[in-house]
Each structure stands twice: as structure tokens, then as C-alpha cells.
Nanobody, 112 residues
Framework: QVRLVESGGGLVQTGGSLRLSCQASGFDFRSNGMRWYRQPPGKEREWLGTITSEGDITNVIPSVSGRFIISKDNVKNTLYLEMNNLKPEDTAVYSC?????WGKGTLVIVSP
């Protein structure tokens, strides 16, 4: 059974940092690229970025480029999203995804 479980969300002040984790199980994590998405309150879910199966290539949307870093530990079966210089507009539920599988998400709130 495929499971994706996000953690690490919380309340942080503007300019702060958080590192989100996505613990994966039930599939061959090493052979799969992974994606992060986020859904701000009252808005549509948006794709944030992608990392290749080996973790050697990443791609993020322009609004988080230089602030957010995606990484992947194929030994721990864990996907990470390091978020720096957070802004109120980063407030959202953050979810990880691969193929058709989704985690339930973790909430990040950035206070002004």
C-alpha cells in the first residue's frame, strides 16, 4: 500500500524557515520522481516543483526559486522541502505527490 505522509508544517513568522518532510512507503521510492504542491486558503492547488528519481535535477516555480529547495533521500525514502525567507503568501497546505498518489498535506502558516 502506497503511503505518503507529510510533516514539518506549522506557524512561522515572515522571513523564517521550515523544512517539510514527506515519508514514503509501499513503492520503489528510488525509481520515482516526486513533486511538491501547495494549496493556499480559498485557492486552487498549484504545482511547486519536481525532483528526479535520483535527486540530481530539480525544478521549482519562479515565485519560490532561490527560497525553496527540494531534495530526496533515497535511503530514508523521504522527500524534503526546505523553505527559507517565508512570506505570508506562502501560507498553504503543502502536499507531496508521485504518480497518482498524494499525501494528506501539512499546513504552513506564515504570519506577517
Amino acid at each position: 500500500q502506497v503511503r505518503l505522509v507529510e510533516s514539518g508544517g506549522g506557524l512561522v513568522q515572515t522571513g523564517g524557515s521550515l523544512r517539510l518532510s514527506c515519508q514514503a512507503s509501499g513503492f520503489d521510492f528510488r525509481s520515482n520522481g516526486m513533486r511538491w504542491y501547495r494549496q493556499p486558503p480559498g485557492k486552487e492547488r498549484e504545482w511547486l516543483g519536481t525532483i528526479t528519481s535520483e535527486g540530481d535535477i530539480t525544478n521549482v516555480i519562479p515565485s519560490v526559486s532561490g527560497r525553496f529547495i527540494i531534495s530526496k533521500d533515497n535511503v530514508k525514502n523521504t522527500l524534503y522541502l526546505e523553505m527559507n525567507n517565508l512570506k505570508p503568501e506562502d501560507t498553504a497546505v503543502y502536499s507531496c505527490n508521485t504518480q497518482t498518489y498524494w499525501g494528506k498535506g501539512t499546513l504552513v502558516i506564515v504570519s506577517p
